[in-house]
């Protein structure tokens, strides 16, 4: 997928009222791209374009953690919340397991 087509993706997970700006979206898509690379490759990766084409097998769910991320905004780290008697509880504010077990560490032969 091309960024742009990352983006339409992500746009189309959004209700119309939730709706936000291409620059968001790309700041998150990069925010998530970058989470994403640092657990495929933990230890880094030489060959550049090897790492780009191993990505991109990630693309929906590099979108997925972006739109979480989004949908996180101002509520970062909180795990439970309760209007009436405000109590919220938080965790570590990362991002979910179901989304992170997608992703697989990427292992070769040096």
């Given at each position: ?58 693309d929906r ?9 989004i ?40």
């Amino acid at each position: 997928m091309t960024d742009s087509e990352k983006i339409t993706y992500m746009d189309s997970l959004f209700a119309e009222e939730d709706k936000v700006s291409t620059e968001v979206l790309s700041s998150f898509l990069a925010m998530a791209e970058e989470i994403a690379r640092e657990k495929v490759f933990s230890f880094g990766c030489a060959d550049e374009r090897k790492a780009e084409s191993i990505l991109h097998r990630y693309d929906r769910t590099i979108c997925r953690i972006a739109v979480f991320l989004i949908n996180k905004r101002g509520a970062e780290g909180e795990k439970a919340h309760m209007e009436s008697t405000a109590e919220r509880t938080y965790e570590n504010g990362d991002i979910p397991d179901s989304l992170m077990k997608k992703l697989i560490p990427y292992c070769g032969v040096l």
